[in-house]
């Protein structure tokens, strides 16, 4: 008798058992092939799949053999950013694309998307059909955000006014303390 507890078909006999029957006769040789579905969880969890087959007979004690088929993988994804409006001469608002697509064999987890300088966003408008929260192998996520310009131009006011304000600070200092002397 012949078992593959790893096998998700087989042991089936496919060659050898010519002479007598069911019974392995002396300097007869009998192959058996079995098959396994790899599945995406193999593949994420990395580890190598170790196949044991054991054979027993009425005359001996179990005897085993194993295959061991290492398992690579590969975390990689791309990342596309679009944009609207290729230019712009006054204060408006930009809207961007962002697009994922895992490109490794193995499912990416705990994805994480920021922009600094997202008005709104990113928020995620397409994919993720499978698995909720995982980018699995070949699935394209696609994220949208948008910055207003009016914001960053008044930020950049504040600042050349903050920096305005320290020179003449800095200034109005350095004439009190020439005229003192």
């Not at 799949?49 to 994804?77: C, G, H, K, M």
């Not at 994480?112 to 995982?134: E, K, Q, R, S, Y």
Request: proline letters at 3%.
């Amino acid at each position: 008798m012949i078992t593959d507890a790893f096998a998700t078909t087989g042991p089936t006999l496919t060659a050898g058992d010519i002479n007598n029957p069911g019974v392995l006769d002396v300097g007869e040789t009998w192959t058996y092939t079995a098959t396994y579905t790899v599945t995406q969880n193999d593949i994420n969890a990395g580890t190598d799949l170790v196949n044991i087959a054991v054979v027993d007979t009425d005359q001996t004690e179990p005897a085993q053999d194993d295959a061991t088929t290492q398992v690579t993988r590969t975390s990689t994804f791309t990342i596309t950013k679009d944009v609207d409006l290729a230019t712009i001469s006054a204060p408006g608002t930009l809207n961007y694309t962002i697009t994922l697509v895992n490109t490794g064999n193995t499912s990416l987890t705990n994805v994480v998307i920021t922009d600094a300088f997202a008005t709104t966003g990113p928020t995620l408008t397409a994919g993720d059909i499978n698995n909720p929260g995982v980018l699995d192998v070949g699935e394209t996520w696609t994220y949208t955000l948008l910055i207003l310009l009016l914001r960053m131009t008044s930020m950049l006011v504040q600042t050349w006014s903050t920096l305005l304000l320290l020179i003449l600070t800095r200034l109005n200092l350095l004439r009190t303390m020439l005229l003192l002397r």
